[in-house]
């Protein structure tokens, strides 16, 4: 009986990003829900004031560690966040997968351009090239 190679096909790869982008929408507005829910309970009697508006530059992996840390304290601000970070995650991923999806179709054209996205948007998170 001759073995018979398992090929994920063209439909099974959409299926599969489909549902990556459906559970990472949903699954960013839940924490980020629950963050804001924990952040009214907690702050929502404080009048807000904000006199001036202080620009923090700060690299991704300090950002991190700050909202690992927040969340690990209880703090409704840091799930907003990681909410938000989840949000645009989703999209990466999508490129990510579409990338292993064309690798595995040994389609290079579409390799090399999904590269080329992957390099934009890292660029862009690590604060561009100015």
């Not at 904000?50 to 991704?60: G, I, K």
């Not at 927040?70 to 949000?87: E, H, P, Q, V």
């Not at 990510?96 to 992957?118: A, H, P, Q």
Request: aromatic share 12%; proline share 2%.
């Amino acid at each position: 009986m001759e073995q018979q190679k398992q090929v994920i096909k063209d439909k099974d790869l959409q299926y599969i990003i489909g549902n990556l982008l459906r559970w990472g929408v949903w699954t960013s507005m839940g924490v980020a829900i629950i963050g804001g829910m924990i952040y009214l309970y907690r702050h929502g009697h404080e009048t807000v004031y904000y006199p001036r508006f202080e620009e923090q530059d700060h690299s991704m992996l300090f950002i991190l560690k700050d909202v690992f840390t927040g969340i690990s304290n209880g703090k409704g601000r840091s799930l907003i966040m990681l909410g938000i970070i989840l949000l645009f995650a989703t999209p990466i991923m999508r490129v990510i997968f579409s990338l292993i999806g064309f690798v595995l179709e040994k389609d290079r054209l579409y390799v090399v351009i999904t590269l080329i996205v992957l390099m934009i948007i890292f660029v862009s998170v690590r604060g561009g090239l100015g």
